[in-house]
């Protein structure tokens, strides 16, 4: 693995959320592989009680920091400000929480089935979490040194990919996701010169939040977590300020919007 932040000289500190599960676990473990890799946090609501972060704890030691906290609650959002300042500041943020389907949650077929609890639900965590993680640790990432800001969407988000329909709170809300970091992106352009916001496209990976879904998936086609992540960091270890406020897909490739 290459440096996880191109330009870093100091052992890099990293945030992952969503990191109990899926593609968040597989890049907590490979981070605390990289010796490049001082201390990652792992933020997901489950936190310490989460089996096999604790293990990995028991094996890293101080190096991994459990939190838990609910990313769809200001106090939530505070919980991971203030875990992450033990740290003096954050290098890497890599955001891999979010929600397709849940308990009285599935993704919409038709119009009828549409839901205003739905909407808010889903928008809440792929829409809303992303872009207020962001403010809540930008004392964390100052102006001053190489930062990256990284997020999970989907190429279902992009509008004129769109050719199916369906999904409309799950594609709505990485749209929305889109727009708000690509709005940071270019703020950042303006006040955080060395940082760069990016929105990544994991493929389709055998996890949790896709399993329901993988009938019509080649099975050539199917990622696991730890393959996704690793992709998914190479292309990170790649980034420049050049690239900020771009939407990229785990090979590099760019997605329409």
Not at 37 to 60: K, N, T
Not at 109 to 128: C, E, G, P, W
Not at 172 to 187: D, G
Request: hydrophobic letters at 45%; charged letters at 15%; one cysteine or more.
């Amino acid at each position: 693995m290459n440096a996880p932040v191109q330009g870093l000289q100091d052992p890099a500190q990293v945030l992952v959320t969503g990191a109990s599960s899926g593609i968040g676990l597989a890049m907590v473990q490979a981070l605390l592989e990289d010796a490049a890799v001082a201390r990652v946090y792992a933020v997901s609501r489950r936190g310490g009680a989460c089996e096999v972060l604790q293990a990995l704890r028991e094996r890293h030691g101080e190096r991994l920091q459990a939190v838990a906290a609910d990313l769809t609650c200001d106090t939530g959002l505070a919980d991971v400000a203030a875990a992450a300042a033990s740290g003096g500041a954050l290098h890497l943020v890599v955001n891999c929480a979010g929600i397709l389907h849940g308990a009285g949650l599935r993704p919409e077929k038709s119009l009828a089935t549409l839901q205003r609890d739905a909407l808010a639900q889903v928008f809440a965590l792929n829409a809303f979490a992303p872009v207020l993680l962001a403010k809540a640790l930008l004392p964390l990432l100052g102006p001053g040194a190489p930062r990256v800001f990284a997020s999970l969407s989907a190429r279902v988000g992009s509008i004129s990919d769109n050719r199916l329909g369906g999904w409309y709170a799950y594609r709505a809300s990485k749209a929305a996701q889109n727009q708000l970091l690509r709005t940071l992106a270019i703020e950042w352009r303006r006040t955080h010169p060395h940082a760069t916001c990016v929105l990544l496209h994991p493929g389709t990976v055998d996890t949790p939040l896709s399993r329901p879904f993988q009938a019509n998936v080649p099975p050539a086609a199917l990622s696991t977590p730890g393959h996704a992540a690793r992709r998914l960091l190479d292309v990170i270890a790649g980034l420049t300020p050049a690239d900020s406020g771009r939407f990229i897909a785990w090979d590099g490739s760019p997605v329409p919007w």
